[in-house]
């Protein structure tokens, strides 16, 4: 582990010093004194903006209103950068120094540097360059994820159940504002040269990452249609117990003509998230059975938001020995192992470890997910006989467990909500309702 | 004039030929406060329903003399606990008619129990249990009586005030027909020799489908004569499950629950012309889950205690989920769906100008289709102050059975369906959720718990 003593220490001892951690200069003495430009910029409040006014200030795009964009990213993200390592500095010294939590602290930390010494963009050329840096520091910060589930897993012990499910919540609600604003900008900017995206390829209407015209069955269907075409040995780490082979039917009804304004990736990786998760139930339990009960997704429009229910015949919960053993279905979405016994298990560790040490990390996207399926088991980078996972006797695509807590943050942060509710014996249903922006003009 | 307002209030005087209206009630006699005083203070015994089921397994005369005199201990004291608790109300409230009657009536019957004196012999306990059984009879519309009373005094109370109240006071009233109804029970199998699996208030073998078929025709019929129309029900799941419940407290919940889901179902789809409504009003779909018992040979679940039996203790509940596509409840209202007296019916389909309005107030306004309801539910109620009560003739009158629990047979009025739904429901530490999908229906998951592993619940 990092070793807390005076720098001289540390810069004698290279061998001791893990591979996976970047080397710290400073002591810690010199870093607690120079928080004072921490506390400056977190003591400023962060400058929020709505959905609405991301597709507002986008619809009309000018060089000048471009270059604004800029600035506000530029100056913006430092500022909620510095919350959350004040919020990381809050937690105690214990967790922080844990792995993976540690990890986080220090990419923070080099982000916050980097963004606050940034000079200020005053024409398209500088924006450019700009968009390179954004893109790079998305990049280095792919790991995140991960990391930080690996080490308030392991830390939980030390932290009250609220806590530590706070502080994630935090910690990942932050994340993707941040990363929604940065990937809307990219957007706008690549929208405004004239540039090609390679992420948003089709026709839809949209406005920077924010699609205007969001069809919720085409995004059911094409999530039902690409976890058909999974590999059956992904997601499976049941130790011996067979999973059916037949995939169970994804029945869409409701009203299908339902249409809004929302964040596609979004909406598609919590879809993405519990089609998967009632798939895997509905195989489990119907493993000896040649056909297998469908999976009814239900479309709602209600006056101020739209409403998804995913509702499946897969068991529900305290069925058997591996559907969840949970006291309350939002125990699932939680990190703490009181409440969820699941993050305590070595091969969920495991796995999160070796997902930690990969290059590209977990952003928390179905793309990511069904690139991951293309590629072949043994060419992985990072990955050999010093794959933790490896050692704890998991696949490469066992279960990190994020899904469902990713999915509640994703629907709640712009005030949607998330509810599984289980019929013990029967099936789960989940409700995930998005907040409808009202005539979008 | 005025010396009419200043004549003395302690006497009724006939000087003149009329009565003076008493302002303020008299107070209890000593008798009675003395009696009160001294039931209400000696803690119920924490009987558990093991305990109250056991005076009938085995069934002797012993036990069944056993079980008079437990009953003529416990009851006095939960209906002076009731007593107090009206007496307790903020005074404007307790001069309401209806609340008056209700208190009046509570004394009454707490008199007749604690001065009853304790049946030595099967014919004694054979009389008392005859005029036990009247007496659940005249409390049969409490509820609703006490709503109409709680309507009335809306701007007196409190909506937190009228929720506490009512949960105490209902949990309270199943706790006196549990243990009532229970010895009736006792009381006529004994006298038929029967040898049934099902007498006394748990039915070990409730089937659940039964019921839903039954309340279900019942709702359906009401459905039509009030709205035209009615959905049809689908049950899936495991139809052919049962588990020991009382069985009337079943019918009580799920009548409540169609009512609401067969109405909403019908208002939604209510601009489509009468002729094809009828088939193309989407079913109800009901789906029976009973508790889940564990065989996998794989079970490592952390409460095994290592036994072969496998059975799994993480839910002995068992499930019903009840679906309709009736429309949704709106993100105004269902903050409210679970506060007594809150009830949409009665207003047109557009007022919703007012949605926080809640429909507490002396609303007469009988329009639309629940007009009727409204007169129905006050016939209903006439009639049970009275000390009438089932069969009287009533249009809406009470449902036919062993002591169904209210007089409420309206598809909807006041408002206290779901409350009380849900107080049944957790009565046994079960639970009663509603989840809405805005726009195009509600889910109502019911879970009650299995009696025949419940032995310690406390009632």
């Known amino acids: 582990m990092i070793s807390q003593s005076s720098s001289s220490r540390v810069s004698r001892c290279r061998i001791c010093r893990p591979r996976s951690f970047t080397v710290r200069h400073e002591s810690t003495a010199l870093h607690f004194y120079q928080n004072k430009q921490l506390d400056l910029y977190a003591s400023r409040e962060a400058k929020r903006l709505t959905l609405r006014q991301l597709v507002f200030f986008g619809r009309s795009m000018t060089e000048e209103r471009l270059i604004q964009s800029a600035n506000y990213v530029r100056t913006e993200l430092p500022v909620r950068i510095a919350h959350r390592l004040r919020d990381l500095q809050a937690l105690p010294y214990v967790v922080v120094t844990q792995e993976g939590v540690a990890k986080v602290y220090e990419l923070y930390w080099s982000a916050f540097e980097q963004f606050r010494r940034y000079p200020p963009i005053t024409n398209i050329k500088e924006n450019e360059a700009f968009c390179e840096f954004l893109r790079r520091i998305l990049d280095e910060h792919g790991s995140v994820i991960p990391n930080l589930s690996l080490g308030l897993s392991i830390s939980s012990p030390y932290l009250t159940p609220d806590a530590l499910d706070s502080f994630m919540r935090r910690m990942l609600v932050s994340r993707i504002s941040r990363r929604v604003l940065t990937q809307h900008h990219l957007a706008l900017s690549d929208t405004f040269v004239g540039k090609k995206s390679t992420r948003y390829t089709d026709s839809e209407p949209r406005v920077g990452i924010i699609y205007t015209g969001l069809d919720v069955r085409r995004s059911i269907e094409k999530c039902a249609k690409l976890l058909k075409q999974r590999p059956s040995d992904v997601g499976s780490d049941y130790e011996g117990v067979e999973m059916g082979a037949v995939s169970p039917e994804v029945v869409i009804e409701g009203n299908l003509e339902t249409k809004f304004s929302y964040i596609r990736e979004h909406l598609e990786y919590i879809v993405f998230e519990l089609l998967k998760n009632s798939m895997r139930a509905t195989r489990l339990k119907h493993r000896q059975s040649s056909s297998v009960p469908p999976i009814v997704a239900t479309i709602a429009l209600g006056a101020n938001d739209i409403g998804i229910r995913i509702s499946d015949q897969g068991g529900g919960f305290n069925f058997n020995a591996h559907s969840p053993q949970v006291k309350t279905p939002s125990d699932l979405c939680s990190f703490s192992h009181v409440r969820n016994p699941q993050r305590m298990e070595d091969s969920r560790l495991g796995t999160l470890r070796s997902v930690s040490s990969r290059r590209e990390g977990v952003w928390a996207t179905v793309h990511e997910q069904v690139e991951s399926w293309q590629k072949p088991q043994d060419s992985e980078n990072g990955g050999g006989n010093d794959d933790p996972g490896k050692k704890a006797g998991v696949g490469r695509h066992s279960r990190l467990g994020i899904g469902l807590p990713m999915s509640n943050i994703f629907a709640t942060y712009l005030g949607g909500s998330l509810d599984i509710v289980s019929l013990d014996g029967w099936g789960t249903d989940v409700y995930v309702r998005l907040p409808k922006l009202v005539s979008l003009r | ?459």
Not at chain 2, 150 to 174: K, M
Not at chain 2, 382 to 401: R, S
Not at chain 2, 411 to 417: E, R
Request: aromatic share 8%.
């Open chain 2, 1 to 459: 004039m005025n010396s009419r307002l200043h004549r003395p209030l302690t006497s009724i005087s006939s000087r003149r030929g009329y009565i003076t209206p008493r302002r303020a009630p008299a107070a209890n006699t000593r008798q009675v406060t003395e009696l009160l005083d001294k039931h209400a203070s000696s803690p119920p015994r924490p009987l558990n329903l093991s305990a109250l089921l056991s005076f009938g397994r085995p069934l002797t005369p012993e036990s069944l003399l056993a079980s008079v005199s437990y009953a003529l201990e416990e009851i006095p004291k939960r209906l002076a606990t009731r007593v107090r608790s009206i007496e307790a109300l903020p005074f404007i409230v307790g001069t309401n008619p209806y609340v008056s009657n209700i208190l009046s009536s509570y004394k009454q019957s707490f008199l007749w129990f604690a001065t009853y004196p304790t049946p030595k012999t099967i014919e004694e306990n054979a009389n008392f249990a005859e005029m036990l059984e009247e007496l659940v009879e005249i409390h049969a519309n409490d509820i609703p009586t006490m709503a109409k009373g709680f309507q009335e005094c809306a701007r007196y109370l409190s909506p937190e005030e009228i929720n506490q109240f009512l949960d105490g006071a209902i949990r309270n009233r199943i706790s006196v027909r549990l243990i009532a109804e229970q010895h009736v029970a006792l009381s006529r199998a004994f006298q038929s020799q029967e040898k049934a699996c099902n007498f006394g208030v748990v039915n070990t073998i409730t089937s659940p489908a039964q019921m839903v078929r039954m309340c279900g025709s019942f709702v359906s019929e009401l459905c039509e004569a009030t709205l035209g129309a009615s959905p049809s029900i689908v049950i899936d799941g495991y139809p052919d499950s049962t588990f020991a419940y009382v069985p009337v407290h079943l019918e009580y919940i799920l009548t409540e629950i169609l009512k609401n889901s067969f109405r909403a179902t019908v208002e939604n789809h209510s601009r489509q012309s009468p002729a094809t409504r009828a088939q193309s009003l989407p079913p109800v779909m009901v789906t029976l889950s009973p508790p889940p018992r564990v065989t996998d040979s794989a079970c490592r679940s952390s409460n095994s205690s290592g036994s072969n039996s496998n059975v799994s203790t993480l839910s002995n509940f068992y499930s019903i989920r009840v679906r309709d596509q009736g429309g949704g409840v709106s993100s105004s209202h269902i903050s409210k769906i679970f506060s007594y007296a809150f009830t949409t019916a009665g207003r047109s389909a557009d007022s919703d100008s007012n949605p926080d309005a809640y429909d507490y107030g002396d609303s007469g306004d009988g329009g639309g289709p629940y007009a009727a309801q409204h007169v129905g539910g006050i016939a209903a109620i006439a009639e049970g102050v009275g000390g009438g009560g089932a069969g009287q003739g009533n249009l809406f009158g009470e449902i036919t059975g062993k002591g169904l629990q209210t007089g409420l047979g309206t598809i909807a009025g006041l408002g206290y369906g779901l409350p009380m739904s849900r107080l049944y429901a957790k009565y046994f530490g079960g639970s009663l959720d509603l989840v809405s999908l805005e726009g195009w229906g509600s889910d109502v998951f019911l879970k009650l718990r299995c009696l025949d592993e419940a032995g310690d619940s406390a009632i």
